[in-house]
DNA sequence: TTGAAAGCGCTAACAG
DNA sequence: CTGTTAGCGCTTTCAA
């Protein structure tokens, strides 16, 4: 049976060089067992010679763990998911972790092997996995509770009786403050809102809090008014400017995000439509860019890197035996007033 | 030998269901040999029943590959990142292979295993890597490449005799043009370069053209007009605060890229200095949020995405045994004149 | 404190 | 087209 020897020094060729045991290499490697300090010295000398990296693969298979965590969102589009991505990655990172990211977008383009059977990320090649928002089923999410595989949800809850820990930001009451904001102090009645993705609970919430205001101040609500900008500066663009196209009637958006409040602005600058004078805006996320926005944006901050942090926490702990501190986290959000809402002037 | 059986379904298991050998199975899971028709579709039911996937780490150790690459950066700041992830996610995910994302600032910072012999990202837990601008050093290089390992490089290029692929864009001449503007259209002459990080080639770049429009026209390089922004915004805001505090005979910034210059812009705002009548601001990149920015920014546009994605392309193409077409490739990039350089009025 | 040895789950010769 | 089987490199009992 012949094989190409793959040419890579292994714990093998250590333990002879050491003279000693694989098994003492291993367990000097992972400090799972007592060595005397005279071979520890050996073998570190040893290993950096023979510039040794241990198998990943190889480990995993043997131990069952893989060290490393997964990402998972339908797309990785916009500014939203760098501190997201900072956030998950320092904790990841710090605690002896890999993370591996994926979008589910490429991975239904693409062909993947063609075989169902072989998903990105999970089992198998993850020890856990951090799912945003809608990047996961609710039939996927019980395949993997059946597994019993770690799942941390940010931005969304698990289906009934599923017990995943859980990381989302308060959309209700904050865009509730944020349209009130816009009815009560600069008079606006006739608000655009521009939801996002249809399967997405930040979405679902912010169209209560729209609605929720909007009730409370007796306006109608007119769903000619609400459309979809799917949280992205692209599409929210285009809503705009369609629906300028038609009706112009309106005097504040709600753009759903920042991301989207961008696109809109756009829109709304091609047409001379001025902001906030005739047309108020505001968003949610209060990304980075957003207070240099041209009229800097009102808008709702969401501590989006700490939404990344803390899921990382909640999956580390849980990987490492540690009970996890809080099933849910709901991480407070407020409102930011700037300039694009008609305030200062 | 009592060993805690990791209860999970096996490709044995698929092979005793459905009547055949681990070899058929593993055959039609790879479409790595002929399958008859029948067997297959009864497979792929058992598969489906038994809900099986492929153990990753056996699948590594078997075949010696991963299907993952990996990509290496010393850290994830910045909208920058955005669009090179996407580039490189995009391909990545199309071709049948996994992210692995790190960023180096983390490993430092972090334990990983207190052990050297054990890298986040390399051989053996990555067939290939995207490595960074200078996340990686001259050395490590040398080393990846004594192992053979398949590295793609961006924004960098190798030590002399590493044949690496490299993936870079043009900063020397763009920089140029972008200064000879200030300075040719706006009658700039005491012009701020804030340079990133020391070890960067667009830093080292960016800094030539700086000096050769300057040397082209005339005027004397001022060491004193050049100071270090780190390519990122809190220390770009940082330096132009505290230059602002002793000497303000400055009437232009290049800011270095484009994240630097809203920090910039931030500091300058601050002290009321008008932008950009009293003092001219540029970047580098151009970001997509460049044109919302207050005034919107005059940059050099880089096309991100395509140096992620074609990278990527050129690693898949290696690890696929498929030449790769160009060793070097060199992106063009352009100025992009809006109006915090002074135009349009 | 150490070593021997049994797998972990899969791939890939090779023979049929 | 299919089955048999020898490892891949490592971890982990267990006995010494």
């Not at 060595?35 to 040893?46: D, E, G, N």
């Not at 990402?71 to 900072?86: H, K, M, V, W």
């Not at 608000?191 to 169209?207: C, H, K, M, T």
């Not at 990344?308 to 007033?337: F, H, K, N, S, Y």
Request: hydrophobic letters at 40%; a neutral charge.
């Amino acid at each position: 049976m012949v094989r190409k020897k793959p040419s890579s020094v292994t714990i093998r060729d250590v333990a002879r060089a050491a003279g000693v045991s694989v098994a003492t290499v291993s367990r000097y490697l992972n400090r799972s067992g007592p060595v005397s300090p005279r071979v520890a010295q050996k073998l570190a000398r040893v290993i950096a010679e023979l510039n040794y990296m241990p198998h990943a693969g190889a480990r995993h298979l043997a131990s069952h763990r893989t060290r490393a965590v997964g990402f998972l969102s339908q797309n990785i589009l916009g500014d939203f998911f760098i501190p997201l991505l900072r956030g998950i990655e320092s904790v990841i990172g710090r605690r002896g972790y890999t993370l591996l990211v994926a979008s589910r977008q490429t991975l239904l383009d693409g062909v993947i092997g063609g075989n169902e059977a072989v998903p990105p990320l999970g089992p198998h090649n993850a020890d856990g996995l951090i799912a945003f928002a809608d990047s996961l089923s609710d039939e996927e999410l019980h395949r993997l509770y059946q597994r019993r595989f770690p799942v941390v949800l940010i931005h969304r809850t698990p289906p009934d009786g599923l017990p995943f820990p859980v990381v989302t930001i308060e959309n209700k009451a904050a865009t509730r403050a944020l349209i009130d904001h816009l009815i009560e102090v600069h008079g606006r009645k006739q608000i655009v809102f521009l939801r996002g993705p249809a399967n997405q609970e930040d979405s679902y919430w912010r169209e209560e809090g729209y609605k929720a205001s909007l009730q409370a101040h007796g306006i109608e609500y007119d769903p000619a008014l609400v459309l979809t900008g799917g949280f992205e500066r692209g599409m929210a663009y285009e809503a705009m400017k369609s629906l300028c196209t038609f009706r112009l009637d309106f005097d504040a958006v709600f753009a759903g995000n920042d991301d989207a409040a961008i696109g809109v602005m756009e829109a709304l600058r091609e047409r001379d439509i001025r902001i906030p004078e005739r047309v108020a805006v505001v968003g949610f996320d209060d990304q980075w860019v957003s207070s240099f926005l041209d009229p800097p944006l009102t808008t709702v901050a969401a501590p989006t890197e700490d939404v990344g942090r803390i899921a990382a926490q909640r999956l580390c702990d849980w990987l490492d035996g540690i009970p996890v501190a809080e099933l849910a986290t709901l991480l407070p959000t407020r409102v930011v007033i700037r300039r694009s809402c008609g305030c200062n002037g």
